[in-house]
C-alpha cells in the first residue's frame, strides 16, 4: 500500500463483525501526526524485507503497546498480507506472546484475518495464528474455531489448527462442548486430534471411545462454572502431583547416566595421564578442565581429587589456577565438587577464591557450603566476611548459621591476644535478635562465641547451661571450658550424667578443665569404669578429663588418685606410669619416685608381665641401694625373678653379679640361689631347650665363689632338666 494511501486509512477502524465475515468502516478520531509517525516507522520496521525476525519482531511488540483504533488498523492490514507469511507469522506470534498480559489489545477486528491464516499451507503460520486465537477470551470465537473444525468443505490442515487453537483453553467449558461435538464428525483423524487434546482434562483417559466420552461430558455439562473448575483444579492437581514424581524418577535417572558417563571419561582420562610425566599431566589436566564439556571438566576435577587422598600431589600452578576458574562455572556439581577440594588447599590464592565467590553466588546450598569451606580454611582473611554474613539481617538462617560455625573454627586456631572485639560484638548483638526457637543458630553462635574465648561471654553461657535443649548445651558446655568458668559447676557435673551421650561426653570434658571438688573425681572415676559407664567414647573423654583434672593436684593427691584406679589395672599402669616419668624427668627422686616404681613393678608382675616389671625393678633397687636401704636386697631378688621368667633373659649374669656382690650377706647370696632353684624345679626345662641353653651360659658365666658351694649342684640340676626325658620314662606301664 503506498505512503499517502496508508496515511488517509487512519481515519477508519477496520472492525470485524464475529457473527459476519463482512469488514465495515467506522469513522474514528483523528490521530496525532506524532502518532501516524510512530506508526509509519513501525510499519516500515515491519515491512522490511531485509529485517532479521527478532528485529521485526521487536517492530510488532512496539506496534502492539499502541492502544489506538490506528495501531489496530494497521494490524489488520499486516495480518491480511498474504504474501508476506514471516510479517503476519510475527504478528501471530506477539499476539500469543502478549496477549495474556493485556486481553484488551486483542480488537475482535483481527479474528477474521486470523481464522484466514489457518487456511494457510504453511505449518508455522498456522500455529502463529492458532497460538494468537487460543488468547482471544470470547466464547464466541470459540464457537467460531469449532464451526471450522467442523467445516467439511475446510482444508483438513485448517480444521486441525482450529482444534490446536481450541486446546490450550479446555478449562473453558465452551471449548470443550466444541472438541465433543467434533468427536460426532467421525473423521479419524480429527477425531485422534480431539482425543489427544481432551485426554488430560479427563481423569481416565476413553482412547477413541467416542461414546464413552459423550456419556462422560453428559456428566459434566450440567456442572456450575465454579463446580467445572473446582473439579478440573482437583485434577490438574493429582497430574501434577503424578508429573512431579515422573520428573523426580527422570531426574534421578539422569543423574545416574550423568554420573555413569562423567565416571567412564574420569577411568580414560586416568588412562591417558598414567605414562605422561609431572609436568604433562599438569597441562593435561589444565586442558581438561578448560574444556567445553562439563563431563571432562568433572572428570578432571575428580582426577585431582584423587591425586590429593592417593598420593599427596596437591594442585598447584595452572592446574590450580584452572581449578579455581571453576568455582564460576554454570553447572552447581561442578561447583560443589571444586569447593570439596579447595576447602582442604591451606593457600591464600585458594582463600582469595573462595572468598570472592561468596560475594556472587546465588544458590543457597553453594553459598552454605562456601562458608563450611571458609571455616575449614581457617583463614583470619574470612574474619570481616563472616562478621560481615551474620550482622546481614537479609540473610537465612542457615547462611547465619555456617557463618557463625566457620567464625568458630578459624577464631580456635588464632594466638592468644588477637583483637576480636568486632566479632565478640557481632555476635553479642546476633544472639540477642535470635528467636529461641532459632535452635540451631543460636548453637552456632554459641560455638562462635567458644571459639573466640572472650570472657565476656560468660553470661551466654551460663544462661544457656540452664536449656533444655541438647544442641544448645554442647557449645555451653564447651564455652564455660574454654573461658575457664566453674560458677555452675554443681550442673556441669549433674550433665555428666545425661542420658544423651553427647552431652555426657561434652559435660565430662569439661569438668577435666573446670574441676575444683572431690566430687568431681568421684563423677570422673565412675565413668572410668565399664560396669558404670557402658560407652567406649565417654570412658575415653572421662580418662582425658581425669588426667587434666589432676595435672593442677600436688603429686601427692596424683599418686593418691593413681591408687584409686586398682580395679582398672590397664589405666592404673598408664596412670602411674605418666606420673613416674613427670618425676624422673624432672630429676625428683624422691619418696613419691620410689611408690610409683613399687606400684608399677607389682602391677607388671601381678599381671605376668615380666619385661615390664624389670626397669622399675631395676630403678627401684638402685634407689634403696644407694641410700643403703635394706629394702634393696628384696628388690635386687624380684628384678633376678622377673628376668629368669622374661623370654630374653637379658644381663641375668650381671644382675646376680651385681646383686651378691652388693650385699655382704650370706642370705641374700642364698636368696638368689633359692630363687634360680625355684625357677628351674617350677618350670619345664625341657620345652624350649635353645633358652635353657642360653639360661646355663648366663648361668656358668658366673664365679660359684661367689654363690657358696650349692651353686654347681644347681647348675648339674638345671642341665640334667635341659635334657628330653628318655623313651623309658616316657612309656606308661602295663596295669
Same mark, same amino acid.
Given at each position: 500500500?503506498?505512503?499517502?494511501?496508508?496515511?488517509? *486509512?487512519?481515519?477508519?477502524?477496520?472492525?470485524?463483525?464475529?457473527?459476519?465475515?463482512?469488514?465495515?468502516?467506522?469513522?474514528?478520531?483523528?490521530?496525532?501526526?506524532?502518532?501516524?509517525?510512530?506508526?509509519?516507522?513501525?510499519?516500515?520496521?515491519?515491512?522490511?524485507?531485509?529485517?532479521?525476525?527478532?528485529?521485526?519482531?521487536?517492530?510488532?511488540?512496539?506496534?502492539?503497546?499502541?492502544?489506538?483504533?490506528?495501531?489496530?488498523?494497521?494490524?489488520?492490514?499486516?495480518?491480511?498480507?498474504?504474501?508476506?507469511?514471516?510479517?503476519?507469522?510475527?504478528?501471530?506470534?506477539?499476539?500469543?506472546?502478549?496477549?495474556?498480559?493485556?486481553?484488551?489489545?486483542?480488537?475482535?477486528?483481527?479474528?477474521?484475518?486470523?481464522?484466514?491464516?489457518?487456511?494457510?499451507?504453511?505449518?508455522?503460520?498456522?500455529?502463529?495464528?492458532?497460538?494468537?486465537?487460543?488468547?482471544?477470551?470470547?466464547?464466541?470465537?470459540?464457537?467460531?474455531?469449532?464451526?471450522?473444525?467442523?467445516?467439511?468443505?475446510?482444508?483438513?490442515?485448517?480444521?486441525?489448527?482450529?482444534?490446536?487453537?481450541?486446546?490450550?483453553?479446555?478449562?473453558?467449558?465452551?471449548?470443550?462442548?466444541?472438541?465433543?461435538?467434533?468427536?460426532?464428525?467421525?473423521?479419524?483423524?480429527?477425531?485422534?486430534?480431539?482425543?489427544?487434546?481432551?485426554?488430560?482434562?479427563?481423569?481416565?483417559?476413553?482412547?477413541?471411545?467416542?461414546?464413552?466420552?459423550?456419556?462422560?461430558?453428559?456428566?459434566?455439562?450440567?456442572?456450575?462454572?465454579?463446580?467445572?473448575?473446582?473439579?478440573?483444579?482437583?485434577?490438574?492437581?493429582?497430574?501434577?502431583?503424578?508429573?512431579?514424581?515422573?520428573?523426580? *524418577?527422570?531426574?534421578?535417572?539422569?543423574?545416574?547416566?550423568?554420573?555413569?558417563?562423567?565416571?567412564?571419561?574420569?577411568?580414560?582420562?586416568?588412562?591417558?595421564?598414567?605414562?605422561?610425566?609431572?609436568?604433562?599431566?599438569?597441562?593435561?589436566?589444565?586442558?581438561?578442565?578448560?574444556?567445553?564439556?562439563?563431563?571432562?571438566?568433572?572428570?578432571?576435577?575428580?582426577?585431582?581429587?584423587?591425586?590429593?587422598?592417593?598420593?599427596?600431589?596437591?594442585?598447584?600452578?595452572?592446574?590450580?589456577?584452572?581449578?579455581?576458574?571453576?568455582?564460576?562455572?554454570?553447572?552447581?556439581?561442578?561447583?560443589?565438587?571444586?569447593?570439596? $577440594?579447595?576447602?582442604?588447599?591451606?593457600?591464600?590464592?585458594?582463600?582469595?577464591?573462595?572468598?570472592?565467590?561468596?560475594?556472587?553466588?546465588?544458590?543457597?546450598?553453594?553459598?552454605?557450603?562456601?562458608?563450611?569451606?571458609?571455616?575449614?580454611?581457617?583463614?583470619?582473611?574470612?574474619?570481616?566476611?563472616?562478621?560481615?554474613? $551474620?550482622?546481614?539481617?537479609?540473610?537465612?538462617?542457615?547462611? &547465619?548459621?555456617?557463618?557463625?560455625?566457620?567464625?568458630?573454627?578459624?577464631?580456635?586456631?588464632?594466638?592468644?591476644? /588477637?583483637?576480636?572485639?568486632?566479632?565478640?560484638?557481632?555476635?553479642?548483638?546476633?544472639?540477642?535478635? /535470635?528467636?529461641?526457637?532459632?535452635?540451631?543458630?543460636?548453637?552456632?553462635?554459641?560455638?562462635?562465641?567458644?571459639?573466640?574465648?572472650?570472657?565476656?561471654?560468660?553470661?551466654?553461657?551460663?544462661?544457656?547451661?540452664?536449656?533444655?535443649?541438647?544442641?544448645?548445651?554442647?557449645?555451653?558446655?564447651?564455652?564455660?571450658?574454654?573461658?575457664?568458668?566453674?560458677?555452675?559447676?554443681?550442673?556441669?557435673?549433674? &550433665?555428666?550424667?545425661?542420658?544423651?551421650?553427647?552431652?555426657?561426653?561434652?559435660?565430662?570434658?569439661?569438668?577435666?578443665? &573446670?574441676?575444683?571438688?572431690?566430687?568431681?573425681?568421684?563423677?570422673?572415676?565412675?565413668?572410668?569404669?565399664?560396669?558404670?559407664?557402658?560407652?567406649?567414647?565417654?570412658?575415653?573423654?572421662?580418662?582425658?578429663?581425669?588426667?587434666?583434672?589432676?595435672?593442677?593436684?600436688?603429686?601427692?593427691?596424683?599418686?593418691?588418685?593413681?591408687?584409686?584406679?586398682?580395679?582398672?589395672?590397664?589405666?592404673?599402669?598408664?596412670? /602411674?606410669?605418666?606420673?613416674?616419668?613427670?618425676?624422673?624427668?624432672?630429676?625428683?627422686?624422691?619418696?613419691?619416685?620410689? $611408690?610409683?616404681?613399687?606400684?608399677?613393678?607389682?602391677?607388671?608382675?601381678?599381671?605376668?608381665?615380666?619385661?615390664?616389671?624389670?626397669?622399675?625393678?631395676?630403678?627401684?633397687?638402685?634407689?634403696?641401694?644407694?641410700?643403703?636401704?635394706?629394702?634393696?636386697?628384696?628388690?635386687?631378688?624380684?628384678?633376678?625373678?622377673?628376668?629368669?621368667?622374661?623370654?630374653?633373659?637379658?644381663?641375668?649374669?650381671?644382675?646376680?653379679?651385681?646383686?651378691?656382690?652388693?650385699?655382704? *650377706?650370706?642370705?641374700?647370696?642364698?636368696?638368689?640361689?633359692?630363687?634360680?632353684?625355684?625357677?628351674?624345679?617350677?618350670?619345664?626345662?625341657?620345652?624350649?631347650?635353645?633358652?635353657?641353653?642360653?639360661?646355663?651360659?648366663?648361668?656358668?658365666?658366673?664365679?660359684?665363689?661367689?654363690?657358696?658351694?650349692?651353686?654347681?649342684?644347681?647348675?648339674?640340676?638345671?642341665?640334667?632338666?635341659?635334657?628330653?626325658? /628318655?623313651?623309658?620314662?616316657?612309656?606308661?606301664?602295663?596295669?
Amino acid at each position: 500500500m503506498p505512503r499517502a494511501a496508508f496515511s488517509v *486509512s487512519f481515519v477508519f477502524v477496520l472492525v470485524a463483525s464475529v457473527g459476519s465475515s463482512q469488514i465495515r468502516a467506522q469513522a474514528t478520531p483523528e490521530a496525532t501526526p506524532e502518532h501516524l509517525q510512530q506508526l509509519q516507522t513501525c510499519r516500515d520496521g515491519i515491512l522490511d524485507e531485509s529485517a532479521r525476525p527478532t528485529d521485526r519482531r521487536r517492530w510488532v511488540e512496539m506496534l502492539f503497546s499502541y492502544p489506538t483504533p490506528q495501531a489496530d488498523a494497521l494490524f489488520v492490514e499486516l495480518l491480511t498480507l498474504d504474501k508476506r507469511p514471516e510479517v503476519q507469522t510475527a504478528v501471530g506470534e506477539v499476539f500469543a506472546a502478549l496477549g495474556s498480559q493485556n486481553r484488551s489489545r486483542l480488537n475482535p477486528s483481527f479474528v477474521a484475518p486470523l481464522l484466514a491464516m489457518l487456511t494457510s499451507e504453511s505449518e508455522q503460520l498456522r500455529s502463529a495464528a492458532g497460538a494468537a486465537l487460543a488468547e482471544f477470551p470470547s466464547d464466541q470465537i470459540a464457537d467460531k474455531l469449532g464451526e471450522l473444525a467442523s467445516n467439511s468443505d475446510a482444508p483438513m490442515v485448517a480444521r486441525i489448527a482450529a482444534i490446536d487453537a481450541l486446546a490450550p483453553n479446555t478449562h473453558r467449558r465452551t471449548v470443550v462442548k466444541q472438541l465433543i461435538t467434533l468427536l460426532d464428525q467421525s473423521v479419524p483423524e480429527l477425531t485422534a486430534r480431539v482425543v489427544a487434546v481432551l485426554s488430560p482434562i479427563a481423569p481416565s483417559g476413553f482412547g477413541a471411545n467416542v461414546q464413552k466420552w459423550q456419556a462422560w461430558w453428559t456428566t459434566k455439562s450440567d456442572l456450575s462454572r465454579e463446580q467445572w473448575l473446582a473439579e478440573q483444579l482437583k485434577h490438574y492437581r493429582k497430574r501434577a502431583r503424578q508429573t512431579a514424581t515422573k520428573l523426580t *524418577s527422570v531426574e534421578q535417572d539422569l543423574i545416574k547416566q550423568q554420573s555413569a558417563l562423567t565416571a567412564r571419561i574420569r577411568d580414560f582420562q586416568g588412562e591417558v595421564l598414567r605414562p605422561l610425566t609431572g609436568e604433562q599431566k599438569e597441562a593435561k589436566l589444565a586442558e581438561w578442565m578448560n574444556d567445553s564439556l562439563a563431563a571432562v571438566k568433572q572428570g578432571a576435577v575428580a582426577l585431582v581429587r584423587s591425586q590429593i587422598t592417593d598420593e599427596g600431589t596437591r594442585p598447584s600452578g595452572e592446574v590450580l589456577a584452572a581449578l579455581l576458574r571453576l568455582l564460576d562455572h554454570p553447572s552447581l556439581t561442578i561447583r560443589r565438587d571444586v569447593l570439596t $577440594i579447595a576447602e582442604n588447599l591451606q593457600d591464600e590464592t585458594v582463600i582469595d577464591a573462595v572468598l570472592a565467590r561468596l560475594d556472587l553466588e546465588k544458590e543457597p546450598a553453594l553459598r552454605h557450603a562456601i562458608l563450611h569451606a571458609v571455616g575449614m580454611l581457617a583463614s583470619p582473611k574470612a574474619i570481616p566476611a563472616l562478621l560481615h554474613e $551474620i550482622q546481614d539481617d537479609t540473610k537465612d538462617a542457615q547462611s &547465619l548459621t555456617a557463618a557463625a560455625q566457620a567464625l568458630g573454627k578459624i577464631a580456635a586456631t588464632l594466638p592468644a591476644g /588477637t583483637d576480636l572485639t568486632e566479632a565478640v560484638q557481632t555476635l553479642k548483638n546476633r544472639y540477642t535478635k /535470635t528467636p529461641a526457637d532459632l535452635v540451631g543458630l543460636r548453637a552456632a553462635l554459641l560455638t562462635a562465641m567458644a571459639g573466640v574465648a572472650d570472657q565476656s561471654f560468660s553470661e551466654e553461657f551460663l544462661a544457656a547451661l540452664d536449656s533444655d535443649d541438647r544442641e544448645i548445651l554442647q557449645p555451653a558446655l564447651r564455652g564455660l571450658s574454654v573461658i575457664g568458668d566453674s560458677s555452675k559447676l554443681a550442673r556441669v557435673r549433674s &550433665l555428666g550424667g545425661d542420658a544423651d551421650t553427647r552431652i555426657r561426653l561434652v559435660a565430662i570434658d569439661a569438668l577435666g578443665v &573446670l574441676g575444683r571438688e572431690p566430687e568431681d573425681l568421684e563423677s570422673l572415676l565412675n565413668h572410668l569404669n565399664p560396669s558404670l559407664e557402658p560407652d567406649e567414647s565417654v570412658r575415653q573423654a572421662a580418662w582425658r578429663a581425669f588426667r587434666k583434672y589432676l595435672a593442677r593436684r600436688p603429686m601427692k593427691e596424683r599418686i593418691a588418685a593413681a591408687q584409686r584406679l586398682r580395679g582398672l589395672p590397664d589405666l592404673e599402669t598408664k596412670y /602411674t606410669e605418666q606420673l613416674a616419668n613427670v618425676l624422673a624427668t624432672a630429676g625428683d627422686y624422691n619418696d613419691n619416685l620410689e $611408690i610409683l616404681r613399687e606400684r608399677l613393678a607389682t602391677l607388671a608382675t601381678d599381671a605376668g608381665k615380666y619385661e615390664d616389671a624389670i626397669p622399675h625393678l631395676r630403678e627401684l633397687y638402685a634407689m634403696r641401694y644407694d641410700r643403703q636401704d635394706p629394702r634393696a636386697a628384696d628388690d635386687g631378688i624380684r628384678w633376678i625373678n622377673a628376668i629368669l621368667q622374661s623370654a630374653a633373659l637379658q644381663n641375668l649374669s650381671e644382675v646376680i653379679v651385681r646383686i651378691a656382690e652388693g650385699s655382704a *650377706s650370706v642370705a641374700v647370696r642364698s636368696s638368689i640361689v633359692k630363687t634360680v632353684r625355684d625357677y628351674a624345679e617350677e618350670n619345664d626345662l625341657s620345652a624350649d631347650p635353645k633358652r635353657t641353653a642360653r639360661l646355663l651360659v648366663e648361668l656358668r658365666s658366673i664365679n660359684p665363689e661367689l654363690l657358696g658351694e650349692d651353686w654347681p649342684g644347681l647348675l648339674t640340676q638345671i642341665e640334667d632338666k635341659s635334657k628330653p626325658p /628318655t623313651p623309658a620314662e616316657t612309656t606308661t606301664p602295663s596295669p
